[in-house]
């Protein structure tokens, strides 16, 4: 039995479908939602797929959820955290009660979605908890694999919304530094074939695979994109990136449902590094621009 972490979101979901076109058995944890009209529990369960309820972060959950699994895919953690602590909740502390659970329940096989751009010293506290949650994958005695995509969309776009807020403001949109730092949009089933073709593939052992889509946009290069699509004419204004802490705090007081740690992540590269890394499946080379207007479509 396999376990998916996070199986009711965009990564998630289409991980479950390919799990489902190789016939491998799978167990979904999931917070479920608020409303029964909008759940895909059902749905889960119609196609076979083995659901357990519940918060993550709970220990008596994921031991219920890791009972009888010999696999784990944690593709968990919103992109949303309304605070520092949940944030390091979601991003780090989990991933090390999971790592333990999972030995404990005699799990072999550990595959754990990160994110490009996670470093130790990262300018975003998400990127800096990403990385530490990867030193505790690598440091448990199972078989891992650290997946690294960059920000992935597919009906949605997360990293879009978070930036949805920033990009309604008035009459300057603001961009820390120099707007220069480097992003990879990837389509999600690129990621997901990647990380399902991975799990029972024995030269995926101990990798660490990064995953970005066919074009880099600088900062600065993808808002002038997403403008463009979204007809804003709101003219861009640079900020030191000295003073972009100070700033984030501000929009968090002034901006509705802004993430944390925005002014970090557009301050960083979440861009591919490695370039002759071999893959365990071939990437589609579907960009950001053949989906885009559906996805804006759909805020």
């Known amino acids: 039995m396999i376990l998916v972490l996070g199986g009711s979101g965009l990564l998630g979901s289409a991980i479950l479908k390919h799990l489902q076109r190789q016939r491998y058995p799978a167990r979904v944890l999931t917070r479920g939602m608020g409303d029964w009209r909008s759940s895909n529990i059902p749905t889960l369960k119609q196609q076979g797929t083995e659901v357990v309820v519940g918060d993550m972060t709970d220990p008596g959950v994921l031991t219920k959820a890791i009972s009888g699994c010999t696999a784990v895919i944690h593709a968990g953690g919103s992109f949303f955290q309304s605070n520092p602590d949940e944030m390091k909740s ?14 404990l329940g005699g799990v072999q096989r550990f595959i754990h979605v990160s994110c490009l751009g996670a470093s130790e010293h990262s300018l975003s ?12 994958v690598k440091d448990a005695p199972f078989y891992w694999t650290i997946v690294r995509p960059s920000y992935f969309y597919g009906a949605s776009f997360p990293f879009l919304n978070a930036l949805l807020p920033i990009l309604k403001l008035k009459p300057v949109i603001p961009v820390p530094g120099s707007g220069l730092s480097e992003i990879e949009p990837v389509f999600v089933d690129d990621v997901a074939n990647v990380i399902v073709q991975s799990l029972y593939n024995r030269g995926s052992v101990s990798k660490v695979y990064e995953i970005g889509g066919p074009v880099t946009y600088t900062i600065l290069e993808f808002i002038d994109l ?9 003219p861009l204004m640079h900020i030191p990136s000295d003073s972009a802490d100070k700033t984030a705090k501000v929009f968090g007081k002034i901006v509705k449902n802004v993430h944390t740690d925005l002014i970090g992540l557009l301050s960083v590269d979440s861009s591919c590094k490695q370039e002759d890394q071999e893959l365990p499946a071939e990437l ?3 960009t950001l621009e053949e989906h885009l207007g559906a996805i804006i479509q759909n805020l």
């Open 90 to 103: 979601v991003h780090l502390d989990v991933v090390g009660e999971l790592t333990r659970i999972a030995e």
């Open 226 to 234: 997403i403008k463009d699509f979204m007809k804003i004419k709101t």
């Open 125 to 136: 506290t998400m990127m800096q908890y990403k990385w530490q949650a990867e030193q505790v």
């Open 284 to 286: 589609s080379g579907l």
